[in-house]
């Protein structure tokens, strides 16, 4: 009897490629098997399916809502995708299922989930994880999966022992290596000419497409470079109206900032590329999106490439893919980041600048791209598609189980799959020296994130954005910042002078941060007063005699504040600021008796420091400390069995180490 | 049960003070106390075991660290000891004793499910989403109201069920015909959230909700009296005088209950506790129709609700910065520099002082 597969998974190309690509292997491995594939009728897998000649069954599906409005909509395609799936598992009875992820996948692996539950069928299921990262469907696949294939070793750890194989991440047989010579003769490529090769997709990216026109006049100033720059086009016969339409965009692009490169015979443009292995092999450098699909090709091809991850995925796993390449040393990664100069505009960018220069300085060292060249044929997994076809034989009974050789896996950067909380956390235990300092390339990542915090329309996220920058020492954000403690949002404006003051007084010119916290001290809202007071109390090593003065006397009158976080913080960098005894004395003996304790328990410091610092004499001072109210109020509590507990626990661990 | 044991053996000439609806009160609220001072320890002992235990949380600089595993779900405790005196004391086939221990259970499971989920998720953050809490409150709200106000099954006398009392003037009342689904459902909603986010320190929400319930249980008895609501002027409520049982059963338990939460906690009402006790207290408002005095013998609990509001949907959302120091009220307290103890006992003085004034309004009208 012929055995009859199920492929599933979908949305985007980069979830139905490798199904396809299985498809041959396993056709190859069980000629007489038939094949179908569910999927959505207007999505990658309705153009792609049928050109390979697998026949398409619908079923309705959606992504996770967004917002509450998506409820209902999705509720409802999920109830008819159910529907669909039981249909079509029940009329072809399939023998295997093979989904891939993507939403596309959820009802068939939730139906077939169902009937195996109720013994109605007890078809296997093989799932395969193309990215770096477990996708949120496959995270759920994974649970009622037999087996799940992954791409990366690094996956392994996200995943059940006994269920998880590396298997590679099958690329098609037409994407094989071909003949540089051949392919350059092919595309009309004169022999010595230092070929650069951009690509966002078949559909295009725009990040990757606008970097590559910025770059292209830096490019193309050498005589010998040539790009070709693959821009996209819209998906199927009636895209979305307000789908990216790449090639315009380019065009528009060009005609708008550089007419000249219109004609340029070294800059080709193009919307589509259907051979793309011989464009592969007629290039020396890659530029390239950060999709498991164009990694895995750029690495069966054995090129060099500089990768840009598309920011904000689930899980970063964009960013997840290209990092293991980087630390095999094939690629280099430019993150693409929101511009805080301009928040709300909801468009990351990567300077054109900066990948004019890395490309010009790969392209200068043949040895280096040479290396690079080697790292990623290196992690090609050319046998991809055949260790699929061997799990598949060992679901349906017919092979031992595939025992791959795994290569070791790498730690992933800290940084990745954070939230905004997350990444404050994180910088809070590596500043209390919990764990190990960032390294050069998780910092470089955390600040591409701080940048698209700070670059977002979301008020919120900007506040978040400014405190991190603060905590991470993001020294280059000091403009920016400024310029938030200046915006109409409180929250924003108290999170700059926060930020401001985790920078440090080297962040500005010591008049102009003076000039800042002048304002912060006068600000409307109270909890940017006592940011600005803090921050006084940190940052005045630098300021002039003359701003020290004013912002003393700001301070002295921010002791009558009506909240009690301002008169707090004015008590605190009084302490630190003030020069001469009047008018803090006065300001100071004003506090003595403050109805909130926090206050008055500032002031003992304050004195402490004035006394230090030779403002008052030691005598005023512990005239002042006795003159003080002290009440029970702000005595804390002690734990102690929870403390012994803890020190019996630290007596322990130590013989156990 | 009891009850009906005691009224059977007055039959055939046992002792006839089982019939009223004092001495039951009495009785109730001395097995409430009693049952949840045997059971609270190993009830305690056990939580703790099962690992239902509270998580760390930081409210911006309040550290509540040190409260980390201290067991959740006494509303457990608090939700068996009241409902076992109210079964052992109450007449089960009173209408209102029906829908008061449909809420306490719907409450009190609703809550279960919420703490379970925190725990399992091992996130404070994770139990039930905010949307299905609400859904669920509203729907018994208006569940609620259809027996307010549907003349085949409400137990009220014609319009009573319908009508809004207005405090301090006599006998007005504002009459909200099916209105009174939308009142109900909000109602309901208020105090179950109110509770909740009172419910953030040792005693802190079990003193108040033990006055308000004093106060529902007195209204009771007067709605349920016909000398005393014809001498009063209040709508006379055939048979509701059953609710005070009920609620003396609560109140005694309530008390156990702070013998062991009172500072520093042995256990936290956790969801389970403060939905039971908003959802109870809600509807038994509601059945006495005294919605309106009961808001303000529960001052605490709005104040709480509305400072919560105010922080959050003013400042955080319209106003984009914080209006109080920090939502709700006691953590602003806290925040001062407050110790916990005394913002409790502050807030059982000002509960107190509300509770009193709310019964004064029988007499001044």
């Not at chain 1, 395609?77 to 009329?91: D, K, Y």
């Not at chain 1, 290596?177 to 004169?190: I, N």
């Not at chain 1, 005045?540 to 008169?567: H, I, M, Q, Y």
């Not at chain 2, 004793?97 to 994770?126: E, S, T």
Request: hydrophobic share 50%.
């Amino acid at each position: 009897m012929p055995r009859r597969i199920l492929l599933t998974g979908g949305g985007t190309g980069g979830h139905v490629a490798p199904a396809l690509a299985a498809a041959d292997a396993l056709a190859e491995r069980f000629p007489a098997a038939d094949f179908r594939y569910a999927g959505l009728a207007d999505k990658a897998e309705a153009t792609m399916v049928p050109r390979a000649g697998i026949p398409l069954s619908r079923v309705w599906s959606r992504g996770l809502p967004a917002a509450w409005t998506g409820v209902l909509p999705f509720a409802w395609s999920l109830g008819w995708g159910l529907v669909s799936a039981f249909g079509i598992l029940m009329r072809y009875r399939p023998d295997l299922i093979f989904a891939t992820g993507g939403y596309v996948a959820a009802p068939v692996v939730l139906a077939n989930a169902v009937l195996r539950r109720l013994h109605l069928a007890r078809t296997p299921l093989l799932v395969h994880e193309q990215n770096a990262h477990l996708g949120r469907l496959n995270r759920l696949a994974a649970q009622v999966a037999d087996l799940v294939a992954v791409s990366f070793a690094e996956t392994l750890r996200e995943l059940p022992e006994g269920k998880a194989v590396y298997t590679g991440y099958p690329v098609r047989s037409g994407c094989q290596r071909v003949d540089r010579a051949a392919a350059r003769r092919a595309l009309a490529l004169p022999d010595q000419a230092r070929v650069v090769f951009a690509f966002g997709g078949s559909q295009g990216a725009r990040t990757l497409n606008r970097a590559v026109v910025e770059a292209a006049p830096a490019l193309l100033a050498e005589q010998n470079f040539w790009l070709i720059h693959g821009c996209g086009r819209p998906f199927g016969r009636r895209p979305a109206r307000n789908a990216y339409h790449g090639y315009q965009d380019v065009q528009d692009r060009l005609r708008a900032s550089d007419v000249a490169l219109l004609d340029e015979p070294r800059y080709r443009r193009c919307d589509f590329i259907d051979d793309m292995a011989a464009y592969y092999a007629a290039s020396d450098l890659v530029i390239c999106r950060a999709g498991a699909g164009s990694l895995m090709e750029v690495c069966a091809q054995g090129k060099p490439a500089i990768v840009i991850p598309k920011a904000s995925l689930p899980g970063d796993h964009q960013v997840r893919n290209a990092r293991v390449l980087e630390r095999a040393g094939a690629c280099r990664v430019l993150y693409e980041r929101l511009d805080p100069r301009a928040p709300g505009n909801d468009e990351p960018r990567v300077p054109g600048t900066r990948l004019a220069d890395l490309a010009r300085e790969l392209l200068a060292a043949p040895q280096r791209l040479a290396q690079m060249a080697a790292a990623a044929a290196n992690l090609a997994a050319p046998d991809a598609a055949r260790f699929l076809a061997d799990c598949a034989a060992y679901l349906l009974g017919e092979g031992p189980r595939p025992a791959v050789a795994v290569p070791p896996p790498h730690p992933f950067d800290r940084v990745m799959g954070l939230d905004a909380a997350g990444m404050e956390e994180l910088l809070q235990t590596v500043t209390s020296e919990a764990a190990p300092p960032l390294e050069a390339a998780e910092r470089e990542l955390l600040l591409s994130k701080i940048d698209d915090l700070l670059g977002s329309g979301d008020w919120l996220r900007r506040a978040r954005g400014c405190r991190l920058a603060g905590l991470a020492g993001y020294r280059e954000a000091a403009g920016v910042l400024r310029g938030m403690a200046q915006t109409d949002v409180p929250m924003v404006r108290r999170d700059a002078l926060k930020g401001l003051r985790g920078l440090g007084s080297h962040a500005l010119p010591p008049a102009e941060f003076a000039a800042i916290l002048d304002r912060g001290l006068a600000d409307r809202y109270y909890e940017a007063r006592a940011e600005a007071a803090l921050t006084v109390a940190i940052c005045n090593g630098k300021f002039a005699p003359d701003d020290r003065v004013r912002l003393t006397e700001r301070l002295a009158a921010l002791c009558r504040d009506p909240s009690f976080e301002v008169r707090m913080a004015a008590v605190r960098a009084l302490g630190r600021l003030a020069d001469a005894p009047q008018p803090v004395a006065a300001a100071l003996a004003s506090l003595h008796f403050d109805p909130v304790w926090k206050v008055r328990s500032a002031l003992f410091q304050a004195y402490a420091e004035l006394t230090e610092r030779g403002v008052i004499a030691p005598a005023a001072a512990h005239a002042a400390l006795d003159s003080i109210l002290i009440t029970a109020n702000g005595y804390l509590t002690e734990y102690q069995i929870r403390h012994r507990r803890n020190e019996a626990l630290r007596r322990v661990r130590r013989r156990e180490m | 049960m009891l009850y009906f044991l005691m009224r059977a053996l007055e039959e055939v000439g046992g002792p006839a003070v089982f019939r009223y609806v004092t001495s039951r009160s009495a009785l109730a609220f001395i097995t409430g106390f009693v049952c949840v001072l045997i059971v609270g320890r190993p009830l305690i002992n056990w939580l703790y075991r099962r690992g239902y235990r509270s998580f760390e949380r930081t409210y911006g600089d309040i550290n509540t660290t040190a409260k980390t595993g201290t067991p959740i779900m006494g509303g457990l405790l608090m939700a068996l000891g009241g409902l076992g005196a109210a079964f052992l004391w109450c007449d089960l086939t009173n209408p209102f004793v029906w829908m008061l221990f449909a809420a306490a259970v719907y409450f009190a499971g609703f809550g279960l499910l919420d703490d379970w989920l925190k725990i399992r998720h091992r996130n404070p953050d994770r139990g039930l989403s905010r949307p299905v809490k609400l859904a669920s409150q509203i729907l018994f709200g208006l569940g609620l109201g259809l027996f307010l106000a549907w003349p085949d099954i409400t137990p009220f006398p014609h319009q009573v069920g319908t009508q809004l009392q207005i405090p301090f003037l006599k006998g007005a009342a504002l009459d909200l015909r099916f209105g009174i689904l939308a009142w109900s459902a909000f109602y309901i909603a208020y105090h179950v959230n109110a509770v909740n986010i009172t419910d953030g320190m040792d005693g802190l929400a079990t003193v108040p909700a033990i006055l308000v319930f004093a106060v529902v249980a007195t209204f009771a008895y007067i709605a349920g009296n016909v000398q005393l609501s014809a001498h009063y002027l209040y709508a006379f409520i055939p048979r509701s005088s059953e609710i005070t049982v009920f609620c003396a059963a609560i109140i005694g338990a309530g008390l156990g209950f702070l013998w062991y939460v009172c500072h520093p906690a042995s256990v936290f009402l956790g969801d389970t506790g403060s939905l039971f006790i908003g959802g109870v207290l809600g509807t038994a408002a509601l059945m006495i129709r005294q919605e309106l005095v009961c808001l303000i013998a529960g001052l605490v609990f709005m104040l709480e609700l509305l400072s919560t509001f105010v922080q959050e949907q003013i400042g955080f959302r319209l106003l984009q910065r914080r209006i109080l120091p920090r939502a709700p009220l006691h953590h602003a307290l806290q925040h001062r520099g407050m110790a916990e103890s005394k913002i409790v006992v502050r807030f059982w003085i000002v509960s107190l002082i509300c509770a009193a004034f709310a019964i004064t309004t029988i007499k001044f009208r």
